[in-house]
Structures are given as structure tokens and as C-alpha cells.
Nanobody, 122 residues
Framework: QVQLVESGGGLVQAGGSLRLSCAAS????????MGWFRQAPGKEREFVAA????????YYEDSVKGRFTISRDSAKATVYLQMNSLKPEDTAVYYC???????????????WGQGTQVTVSS
């Protein structure tokens, strides 16, 4: 089993930055690909970013390219999402996830965190 705990969400002005963290426990962290999804009220959960277990390959949803950066620190069993130039449309609950490969499809991941709220005001 893998447990994932997100942190770092909050309220920020448009154009500002936040860094989300996701701490993993229960398994060898380096063997898992990691990702971030988000879900706004009344909308479907959507892919944001993913990273391979070795950290050498990353994927991003088009609307966050150039603004968000996913990274991981295997020694600390933690994955990060650095979010810059935030927009009101980025407002959502952000979920950390882990699975065998850094794919874009929600049902391919095995474990999920509880989510952390990100609110961007205009």
C-alpha cells in the first residue's frame, strides 16, 4: 500500500505562485511514477502533470505548460508541483497520484491523496 499526503494549497492572487508537496509512504517511492490531477466544482477531474519514477520524463496539460513544473525528490519520498503565473481558472482541488507509468489517464493510477485546495483570486 502507498499513502499520499498533499500540502501547500491555499489562497493566492492571480499571477502569484504556490508549491504543492506530496509525501509518500508505505512502499519504495522511487519505483512509482507520480502525477497531479485537479478538480474544480462541477467539473471532471483533469490531468495536470506527471513524472516518471526516475524523474527524467515529464508531461503537462497544455494549459499549464510553461507555468507549472513537476519534480520529485526520491530521498525524501516527495513529489512537488511548482505553480507560477497562477490564473483564476487554476482554482481547484489538486490531487497527488501514484502508479506504474506517468500516463495522462485517471484510471491508470493506483493511489490517490486526499487533495489540497488551491484558490486563485482575480
Amino acid at each position: 500500500q502507498v499513502q499520499l499526503v498533499e500540502s501547500g494549497g491555499g489562497l493566492v492572487q492571480a499571477g502569484g505562485s504556490l508549491r504543492l508537496s506530496c509525501a509518500a509512504s508505505g512502499r519504495t517511492f522511487s519505483t512509482y511514477a507520480m502525477g497531479w490531477f485537479r478538480q474544480a466544482p462541477g467539473k471532471e477531474r483533469e490531468f495536470v502533470a506527471a513524472i516518471s519514477w526516475g524523474g527524467g520524463t515529464t508531461y503537462y496539460e497544455d494549459s499549464v505548460k510553461g507555468r507549472f513544473t513537476i519534480s520529485r525528490d526520491s530521498a525524501k519520498a516527495t513529489v512537488y508541483l511548482q505553480m507560477n503565473s497562477l490564473k483564476p481558472e487554476d482554482t481547484a482541488v489538486y490531487y497527488c497520484t501514484a502508479g506504474p507509468r506517468p500516463v495522462r489517464t485517471r484510471d491508470a493510477y493506483n493511489y490517490w491523496g486526499q487533495g489540497t485546495q488551491v484558490t486563485v483570486s482575480s
